[in-house]
């Protein structure tokens, strides 16, 4: 088990808490996971991973997206069979989009379907309602439904379990689909980069006005695979880093992505300090069929905890 220290931080003012995971504060744990199955040799390692999350009994699973291989046909079919495979898990699951499931479905490999249509269908499929999926589904917000200016993003969702406040925001691999020879994909990310940014910002600030002791942030992409090549990541750090910053207690952001199990400590503000308080885990996938189990506990030395488990690396 990987641990990292930080201090607490806690704000208290007497405020409207959002709603989710009925849970008293102090320690909370979840599953996180994604980028899987992407092949089919991939799905009976990931059936037996299903089995030892649920075999955990989790009250949180957070799935940050990539439900399928880049390469493989994006049909209704197969994106409705990864929906019922969040159902069958115990406790609650919140998905996050990944770009494999839509943005990517352009490929030949991948059926050249359209991706806005398909980002249509992933919308009204898995997001149709403001509540998770998974066995036991709990009451999340949305924003589309406190926002008018975003009111298309039914996708990110706002929960607190245990003292801490946790948002998916949906940002996904390929450039944020940030594609500047595709007039169609550019106006899309411009629309859905400000929703993220204004959503992130606003999660923060939440975070601080209800006295939430930590910060989860859940979204697909890696924003330091490319380097900052492209630019579709750039909107989405500073927002994290500012409202972090402006925060200023322990945070979480979660992604997949680079299939590289990470947890470290790469986010800087704006003069180029580094943000020792925000910590990133990238989790398994791809080949790696593991997931990882973490532990908030803003009493202990250690705040976040971490242990991937699972079947491990799948040759194929």
Not at 69 to 83: F, S
Not at 295 to 313: C, L, N, Q
């Amino acid at each position: 088990m990987l641990s990292f220290r930080l201090i607490p931080f806690v704000l208290c003012l007497a405020v409207l808490v959002p709603p989710g995971l009925a849970q008293p504060a102090g320690p909370v744990t979840f599953v996180a996971m994604g980028d899987m199955p992407y092949r089919t040799e991939d799905v009976a390692p990931f059936e037996t991973l299903l089995a030892s999350i649920n075999a955990g009994r989790p009250t949180l699973t957070i799935h940050v997206g990539d439900i399928k291989g880049g390469g493989t046909p994006c049909t209704d079919d197969a994106i409705l069979r990864q929906r019922d495979y969040m159902d069958s898990i115990s406790g609650a699951v919140v998905y996050t989009p990944g770009d494999n499931e839509w943005t990517d479905c352009h490929r030949k490999s991948a059926g050249r379907f359209d991706p806005l249509e398909r980002l249509a269908f992933l919308r009204r499929e898995f997001f149709g309602q403001a509540r998770s999926r998974g066995r036991a589904p709990v009451d999340v917000l949305r924003q589309a439904d406190m926002d008018p200016d975003h009111r298309f993003v039914v996708e990110n969702a706002r929960w607190s379990m245990g003292g801490v406040l946790f948002a998916t925001a949906h940002v996904v691999g390929s450039n944020n689909n940030l594609d500047r020879k595709n007039p169609q994909a550019v106006a899309e990310y411009e629309a859905r980069d400000a929703a993220n940014v204004a959503w992130i910002g606003d999660s923060f600030v939440r975070a601080a006005a209800t006295g939430a002791h930590a910060v989860v942030l859940a979204m697909q992409a890696d924003p330091f695979l490319l380097m900052g090549i492209g630019g579709g990541f750039r909107n989405t750090l500073t927002a994290i880093s500012d409202g972090a910053k402006a925060f200023g207690g322990p945070v979480l952001v979660v992604h997949g992505d680079g299939h590289e199990y990470t947890i470290d400590t790469p986010f800087y503000d704006s003069l180029g300090n580094p943000l020792t308080n925000v910590f990133r885990l990238e989790v398994p996938g791809a080949d790696d069929i593991r997931a990882v189990r973490v532990k908030i506990d803003p009493a202990a030395p250690t705040v976040f905890s971490f242990e991937a488990f699972g079947p491990g690396k799948n040759p194929g």
